[in-house]
T-cell receptor
Framework: AQKVTQAQTEISVVEKEDVTLDCVYE???????LFWYKQPPSGELVFLIR??????QNEISGRYSWNFQKSTSSFNFTITASQVVDSAVYFC????????????FGAGTRLTVKP | EAGVTQFPSHSVIEKGQTVTLRCDPI?????LYWYRRVMGKEIKFLLH????????ESGMPNNRFLAERTGGTYSTLKVQPAELEDSGVYFC?????????????FGPGTRLTVL
């Protein structure tokens, strides 16, 4: 069975602090895909990143970085020098090897960045 | 290019009433998905259309939920009769391809409140 756990329900930081959002997953598949989505106050889910199970390279995109570690089944997301506009709910998701209608989401982490 | 749109953005109905949610996917996307997020929990898959055909409806909670996608364009999700536990945010997503690595584009969601 596939499962995604985001243990942090809510995180509050002050602007310019670094913050890491945790994501731990469970799957029996050897091929799988991991995603992060951002849900700003406007409501839509905005795609941030996709990572396949064979690519453990960490990725950096501006202030965002992702640390994928298969050994611990984790795909953590770090925001460096957080800004108020980063305030949102962030979802981690896992998809199996074939079709993406078996995507499993975590419960989400609400990040609040205070000025 | 317009993204995925959903209507209404918010619906408040009484138990026993009927509600119909609408989703307009990105033009040209054959794959359309419905998801639901209840009470701050994880986002759960409901069903998947490929054009006008239901590819997978394993996530539909019961027969009070009916989804259609006539003509393979927009989709509707009808809840009849609505129950209290149906309250939540209903997301629609679309993708150009059904395979796992393909990004799903999400709409802003419809917040359904059943009183």
């Amino acid at each position: 069975a596939q499962k995604v756990t985001q243990a942090q329900t809510e995180i509050s930081v002050v602007e310019k602090e670094d913050v890491t959002l945790d994501c731990v997953y469970e799957t029996r598949d050897t091929t799988y895909y991991l995603f992060w989505y951002k849900q700003p106050p406007s409501g839509e889910l905005v795609f941030l990143i996709r990572r396949n199970s064979f690519d453990e390279q960490n990725e950096i995109s501006g202030r965002y970085s992702w640390n994928f570690q298969k050994s611990t089944s984790s795909f953590n997301f770090t925001i460096t020098a957080s800004q108020v506009v980063d305030s949102a709910v962030y979802f981690c998701a896992l998809s199996g090897p074939y079709n993406n209608n078996d995507m499993r989401f975590g419960a989400g982490t609400r990040l609040t960045v205070k000025p | 290019e317009a993204g995925v749109t959903q209507f209404p953005s918010h619906s408040v109905i009484e138990k026993g009433q009927t509600v119909t949610l609408r989703c307009d996917p990105i033009s040209g996307h054959d794959n359309l998905y419905w998801y639901r997020r209840v009470m701050g929990k994880e986002i759960k898959f409901l069903l998947h259309f490929v054009k006008e055909s239901k590819q997978d409806e394993s996530g539909m909670p019961n027969n009070r939920f009916l989804a259609e996608r006539t003509g393979g364009t927009y989709s509707t999700l009808k809840v009849q009769p609505a129950e209290l536990e149906d309250s939540g945010v209903y997301f629609c997503a679309s993708s150009a391809d059904w395979r796992s690595y393909n990004e799903q584009f999400f709409g802003p969601g419809t917040r359904l409140t059943v009183l």
